[in-house]
């Protein structure tokens, strides 16, 4: 299957799934080759595992914050259901929606790791042109859709609360649910049967931990289904409870996916600049062009 991607240029150069293969079997993205004499450029960099630390962590605490804050500063009202029935946690849309607090911090930490979401989506459709079989680029461009479409439909969510237009929050929810699931669904067996290139150590680590979380979303989203609908049928004491945890759960293993992208461009640089004016190899820009490290 390796072997199926190398190709030889008009120079006799040997190329594999559009980018150059080095003498070494090192990788090369089929981009502009990088000038070894330009100066360098001062131009904003980051480690790519420190920016997806940090696009993680915006809606990771802004969760953690609203239930911590509806639980501390209103128990009751936060946790209270509509037939009385006894219950130990807020709902998501409870404690986000608990107050203005909430829904500020919220609001904010969904609205700022939009655009950092967006452009790891863009990393990943390069990404995955790469390193996936052609056959298959065609199922890699709907995984990357989707993944936008989810970001899309979490803002919608976010923005357009029940409150405001019920209709359109409800719709935004099953976009963003139902495109996750796509999402994953494709991007496991991808990675798992369809690279026409090897992974390394970060790679492979990234691939357990996405069957792993594919795993806990399905069972987490199967519980929350259930207790939901138990729960307004037969209004049972601690059921809205379970609801809540695993809803919580749900959420944890969508945050969680996306976080493997920390092993799959572990030793990237997210750079503002153009492909020009990337001095170095080793590199990874918000154009998307994908560079391995020449050795």
């Known amino acids: 299957m390796e072997q199926s991607c190398i190709i030889r240029d008009s120079f006799g150069r040997r190329r594999m799934a559009g980018g150059l293969l080095t003498s070494d079997n090192s990788y090369l993205g089929n981009s502009e080759f990088v000038n070894p004499f330009r100066k360098d450029w001062i131009v904003p960099k980051i480690r790519f595992r420190y920016f997806a630390v940090a696009t993680v962590s ?7 914050f609203g239930v911590l804050w509806a639980i501390f500063t209103d128990f009751e009202g936060s946790t209270r259901t509509h037939c009385g029935a006894f219950n130990y946690l807020p709902s998501l849309s409870a404690a986000i929606g608990f107050s203005s607090v909430n829904d500020a911090v919220w609001k904010m930490c969904i609205g700022i790791h939009a655009i950092p ?5 863009g990393m990943y459709n390069r990404y995955l042109s790469t390193v996936i079989h052609k056959s298959y680029r065609n199922c890699a461009s709907i995984a990357c859709f989707f993944n936008a479409v989810e970001n899309i439909g979490l803002l919608g969510l976010t923005f357009m609360t029940s409150k405001a237009n019920y209709e ?3 719709m935004s929810f099953v976009i963003f649910v139902m495109s996750f699931e796509i ?9 798992s049967r369809c690279r026409c290139v ?15 979380l594919l795993i806990i979303n399905v069972i987490s989203l199967i519980i929350v289904c259930y207790t939901f609908h138990r729960h307004n049928n037969y209004c049972e004491h601690g059921v809205y409870t379970i609801f809540a945890l695993f809803e919580y759960i749900f959420v944890l293993a969508n945050i969680g996916f996306h976080m493997t992208a920390y092993w799959d461009f572990y030793d990237r640089v997210v750079s503002l600049a153009p492909n020009s004016q990337i001095p170095y190899h080793h590199s990874y820009n918000t154009n998307y062009d994908y560079y391995r490290q020449l050795k």
């Open 58 to 64: 915006l809606p990771l605490g802004g969760l953690v």
């Open 117 to 121: 979401r967006l452009i790891v989506t």
């Open 168 to 170: 359109i929050h409800k």
């Open 183 to 191: 999402y994953i669904f494709i991007m496991v067996p991808l990675l």
């Open 198 to 212: 090897k992974g390394n150590k970060h790679e492979r680590k990234s691939l357990v931990q996405k069957k792993n």
